[in-house]
C-alpha cells in the first residue's frame, strides 16, 4: 500500500475490483445477446403465425366470409 494525499491506495485492489466490473459488463453483455436472439425468435414465430392465420381460420371455417348480405 502506498499513501499518496491522505488516500490509501491499494494497487492490486484496485485491478481486481477492474477485472470484476469487466467481466460483469461482458457477462451482461452476452446476457443481453442471448435475450435478444430469444426475442427475435419469438418475434418470427409471432409474424408466421400472423401470416398463417387466414388460412388457417379458411380451413376452420370455409363458409365465412364467401358471401356478403346486402339488402337495399
Known amino acids: 500500500m502506498k499513501k499518496q494525499g491522505g488516500v490509501t491506495m491499494d494497487v ?11 467481466l460483469m459488463n461482458k457477462v ?5 445477446g442471448k435475450v ?17 392465420a387466414p388460412t388457417m381460420e379458411h380451413s376452420v371455417s370455409p363458409h365465412l366470409g364467401s358471401t356478403i348480405d346486402i339488402r337495399v
Open 28 to 32: 451482461s453483455a452476452s446476457v443481453m
Open 12 to 22: 492490486q485492489q484496485i485491478s481486481m475490483t477492474m477485472a470484476q466490473a469487466d
Open 36 to 52: 435478444l436472439d430469444s426475442f427475435e425468435s419469438a418475434g418470427q414465430g409471432v409474424i408466421k403465425m400472423i401470416n398463417e
